[in-house]
């Protein structure tokens, strides 16, 4: 399905160009809300986060890719990457949102400190109407929904 190559980050464009560049959405306890990092628009910022750090928007896209690869779950590391001693690889997963984002986009080497940023990417891209929270005894993922899962 290669319509669903860059899906998300059209979807993300179009919602932040309708709204003025800021989008306000859910998280599980609070809103928060993105806006455009730069005048390319080609990433963004979450206001919870800080300007400190840009997502690009191929992100979401390659997370629900990952997230396919992974047969359509993929674990939120948040709450680990948080955690005073954990590392990427040590205590957060590699394939978690965080970790992957990590590893892939920030060039964080194994065994270095984490960017909490797996709750943030996980609630815009439910917002976004591509996944839904599953939550289970292990912890917290997304789950692809069926017409977004790649065949």
């Known amino acids: 399905m290669s319509e669903l190559k860059h899906y998300v980050s059209k979807v993300l464009r179009l919602r932040l160009d309708k709204h003025g560049g800021e989008l306000l959405f859910p998280l599980l306890t609070k809103n928060s809300s993105i806006r455009w990092a730069d005048e390319n628009q080609e990433s963004i910022i979450f206001d919870a986060i800080g300007y400190g750090h840009k997502f690009d928007l191929e992100i979401f896209d390659a997370v629900l890719h990952k997230a396919n690869d992974l047969g359509g779950e993929m674990?939120?590391?948040s709450y680990e990457a948080r955690q005073k001693g954990t590392r990427l690889g040590n205590g957060v997963p590699l394939d978690s949102i965080d970790g992957f984002i990590a590893?892939?986009?920030t060039n964080t080497s194994i065994g270095k400190g984490v960017l909490a940023c797996g709750s943030y990417v996980a609630a815009l891209l439910v917002h976004l109407g591509v996944c839904k929270y599953k939550e289970t005894t292990t912890g917290r993922y997304i789950q692809v929904l069926d017409k977004y899962k790649l065949l």
């Open 103 to 105: 590893y892939n986009y």
């Open 75 to 77: 674990y939120i590391a």
